[in-house]
């Protein structure tokens, strides 16, 4: 029996998130394009920013980004890498409180200001029950992370077209997740006065059944949802001991393994 690890909800093997920083006033506008399309994104915010000139307010954060997810990206924005450790820990759990008392849910993921971080960040991050955090360095693929600390992106906004379009004609030859990853800033798109990238990348990647649009967290969860399978020596049998339906293949056809239960795999 071959058993893989290769699915997303509802058997897909594709997914695309989005992921912005900064918590510029041009978040408002972007999350109304998400929402008309259907996509979701996670925005990485300063809660130490809200209220200054051409950031959002803090009373509109869970409105706002109802839908999405809401993440940290330290509270004042420093290089965490040349900060002593009080205040890599002072950055990150400041900002993890102000945030969470905002939206009323944990957060366990961020983005690394200037995209900037060494071994005794991320060792710190793990110490302050940080799941994941997002890179900018695009490596211009599809795979999935290696490591969720140092989570590198597909691509920076200007190239989704691009990178959107080699997606869609994933054809692919072994079986195996593939995930769109997007990354940038609002800010950019009206500096830049290239909103139509929105709208253009939306039409092109939305409403596909064959691709799940999910936040960063919701990736995370479920694949430590599959991670937390329990499988007989023969591979017979499988209990998922989790609040989250997961997939697999079994023999290369989809199985739905539903939360809490056990399935008995037939050969």
Known sequence: MNI?????????????????????????RLVQLFNRYGLKGTFHLNSGFFGRESYIEAGEVAELFHGHEVSIHTTHHPFLEQSPQEQIIYQIVQDRQA???????????????????????????????????????????????????????????????????????????????????????????????????????????SGRDDIWYATNAEIVAYMQALKALRFTVDGSIVHNPTASDVWISVNDEP???????MLELHR
């Open 99 to 205: 945030l969470e008392t905002l939206v009323r849910y944990p957060i366990r993921g961020m983005s690394y200001p200037f995209g900037t971080y060494n071994g005794a960040v991320m060792e710190q991050l793990r110490s302050l029950g940080i799941e994941y955090a997002r890179t900018v360095s695009s490596h211009g693929s599809f795979h999935m992370p290696e490591n969720w600390l140092s989570w590198h992106p597909t691509c920076h906004h200007k190239d989704m077209l691009t990178y959107a379009d080699q997606f869609i004609s994933i054809e692919h030859r072994h079986s195996r997740m593939s995930l769109l990853y997007v990354w940038g800033h609002s800010y950019e798109f009206e500096g830049d006065q290239n909103w139509e990238l929105v709208d253009r990348f939306a039409e092109k990647i």
């Open 4 to 28: 893989r690890f290769d699915r997303f909800p509802n058997g897909g093997k594709k997914a695309v998130t989005l992921s912005f920083d900064d918590g510029r006033e041009y978040d408002r």
């Open 255 to 261: 199985a739905q393994v539903k939360a809490g239960s």
